[in-house]
């Protein structure tokens, strides 16, 4: 009964005055889309892996970046087909670090790369802290009203971001589906401190990110009809999205695809199956390795954990992360250019 309840509150609170109800049917123009609870490619089923690639963005003669420069053409040419890559498409990376003006040469480059080489890729349009990208840690308020703003950093607000970003890039043929945002959480940080030892968790916290997805979702959905949203949730006890929050956020209309981010041996992977109808997407699973796992011990363990994502219903999974230059000396989630995990990835994708 609770339940029921909060969902009517949202759904009276974000519907007045707005046509949000979701497609009646497949989209024309993407190649990628959603039937029932599974993923089509090209109209056949589609269960994609890949790789997060956080860095792909970075372009040192334009950007800030976000850690090392990519050869663009050289990793999008090493992926199997219809791979699925997740990537960092925020502001940050389209501000030019001499003039402070709107760049988006950098994000332009990986688009047109992942074209060339007929992949496919989820561009992430802003995260949830300022981890590569400005603004700082976004809380409750942001959700509220502060995406609306232009925040520090930044030349324009999110909502101007995410218009501009559909508007440019909604034609490439390399685009999967986008994404709001990704790991949100409506926190309150009490005397500006945003450790999580210090965040508070507002009693309304689920339904504050409910109303947002609706509306930041809908600027997406009125420039393009065709491509999937989906939302980068974690999926555990995350301010917003615990227990019911999960079913709130996830059940907007503006949300096709749910997310789940697994380092924790799928916790709570089995329930968010259970709690939606919707594709639910592994954006993100880590495994370290390094100098406390062998590369080729870390690579059995992802195909014995792909199989099992495959066996409990998920819509895919993309692993955490490539990086040009890994640290193979150190204990991290870096995944090389040869690192054997990759064909594990290619081996477990399927088309068809």
């Not at 870390?298 to 640290?327: K, N």
Request: with cysteine; charged share 25%.
């Amino acid at each position: 009964m609770r339940l029921a309840v909060l969902v009517a509150i949202v759904l009276f609170m974000t519907s007045c005055g707005q046509d949000l109800s979701p497609r009646q049917s497949p989209p024309e123009g993407s190649r990628v889309a959603v039937m029932g609870d599974n993923l089509t490619l090209d109209g056949r089923s589609w269960w994609p892996t890949g790789v997060n690639a956080y860095q792909l963005a970075t372009d040192w003669s334009r950007n800030e970046g976000c850690g090392a420069q990519v050869d663009l053409d050289a990793f999008f040419g090493s992926l199997p087909p219809n791979s699925l890559t997740r990537f960092d498409a925020f502001q940050s990376h389209a501000i030019h670090r001499d003039t402070g003006t709107v760049d988006f040469t950098a994000i332009d480059a990986v688009f047109d790369a992942a074209a060339r080489h007929h992949q496919l890729v989820v561009p992430v349009l802003a995260p949830q802290d300022s981890g590569c990208d400005a603004g700082g840690y976004k809380q409750r308020d942001w959700y509220v009203d502060g995406w609306r703003e232009v925040q520090d950093g930044h030349a324009l607000s999110y909502e101007q971001w995410v218009a501009k970003s559909v508007e440019r890039w909604r034609d490439s043929p390399a685009l999967a589906m986008w994404e709001l945002l990704g790991e949100p959480e409506a926190a309150t940080c009490p005397g500006g401190d945003c450790s999580l030892e210090h965040r508070q968790c507002p009693p309304d916290a689920a339904i504050v990110l409910r109303k947002w997805a609706d509306e930041a979702g809908r600027i997406v959905r009125d420039r393009d009809r065709d491509h999937p949203i989906t939302l980068g949730a974690i999926g555990g006890n995350q301010c917003g999205t615990a227990g019911e929050g999960f079913v709130i956020v996830m059940g907007s209309p503006s949300v096709d695809v749910a997310q789940y981010h697994d380092y924790d041996d799928g916790r709570f992977l089995a329930l968010r199956l259970a709690e939606t109808d919707k594709p639910l997407l592994v954006g993100e699973f880590g495994i370290e390795a390094g100098s406390c796992l062998a590369l080729d011990e870390r690579a059995e363990i992802v195909d014995e954990r792909l199989s099992h994502y495959r066996e409990l219903g998920t819509a895919g999974a993309v692993m955490w992360a490539y990086v040009p230059d890994p640290r193979l000396t150190e204990c991290t989630f870096d995944i090389g250019p040869k690192d054997p995990v990759r064909a594990v990835l290619g081996r477990q994708l399927s088309v068809g």
